[in-house]
């Protein structure tokens, strides 16, 4: 399957703790991308990195991407109950294929 | 930034009867656009991917004949679902991409998604 596999699939944590959530694939991609969705609403870009890039920040985000082991992870750092949703890789190759989401929940 | 908007946001429709849904790329030519589907609870699944003046390319299980769409220009594509069911009930999300050159730069563009539910 192109789908990417996200663990894990649900995460809750206090609010100022890190939440990390990873996505393994197994096909060749051009970019991944992680996207934040609040529930029953659209989806929100968050990043973008390059299949050559190794790591990327943005604000209180942190991914990484090892092409070697096929496998991404997307760091939230002093998690705020505001970053309560779902988060999903998604893989671009020809196409852009989502994994399967954490949903994370931040407690107050 | 590029903008892709959805119309309707919410739909609700009896089983039987068809529905259209449009998605426009506000500032942007897109050649290309896709068409996901998400139910509750789950991931976004391709259903197709449409290019601009021809026949959409159907992800392995959707059904072409349930599931019409038209990219009849750079800024529109439109998905029609027919005689709709309870079971096709979902979030439907389209994207918009401006080029395929280049994949590694490019990104998709997402509209607002259109909730159907169908009675």
């Known amino acids: 399957s192109q789908q990417g596999e996200e663990d894990p699939q649900a995460l809750s944590i206090q609010e100022g703790e890190n939440a990390t959530m990873n996505c393994s694939y197994k096909t060749s991609i051009n970019n991944l991308q992680w996207y934040r969705q609040n529930s029953g609403r659209g989806l929100v870009h968050l990043i973008l990195i390059r299949s050559n890039e190794r790591e990327k920040h943005s604000g209180r985000l942190r991914v990484t991407l090892d092409t070697s082991k096929k496998s991404s992870s997307l760091l939230i750092t002093a998690s705020r109950a505001a970053d309560t949703a779902s988060y999903f890789c998604?893989?671009?190759?020809?196409?852009?294929?989502f994994g399967q989401g954490t949903e994370l929940s931040v407690k107050p | 930034g590029a903008v892709v908007s959805q119309h309707p946001s919410r739909v609700i429709c009896k089983s039987g009867t068809s529905v259209k849904i449009e998605c426009r790329s506000l500032?942007?030519?897109?050649?290309?656009m896709f068409w996901y589907r998400q139910f509750p609870k789950q991931s976004l699944m391709l259903m197709a991917t449409?290019?601009?003046?021809?026949?959409?390319?159907?992800e392995q299980g959707v059904e072409k004949d349930k599931f019409l769409i038209n990219h009849a220009s750079l800024t529109l594509s439109t998905l029609t679902v027919t005689s709709a069911h309870p079971e096709d009930s979902s979030f439907y999300i389209c994207?918009?991409?401006?080029?395929?050159?280049?994949?590694?730069?490019?990104?998709?563009?997402f509209g607002p998604g259109t909730r159907l539910t169908v009675l």
């Open positions: 998604a893989l671009q190759g020809g196409k852009l294929i």
């Open positions: 449409s290019n601009e003046g021809s026949k959409a390319t159907y």
């Open positions: 994207s918009a991409r401006v080029s395929e050159k280049n994949l590694i730069y490019n990104e998709q563009f």
């Open positions: 500032d942007f030519q897109a050649t290309t």
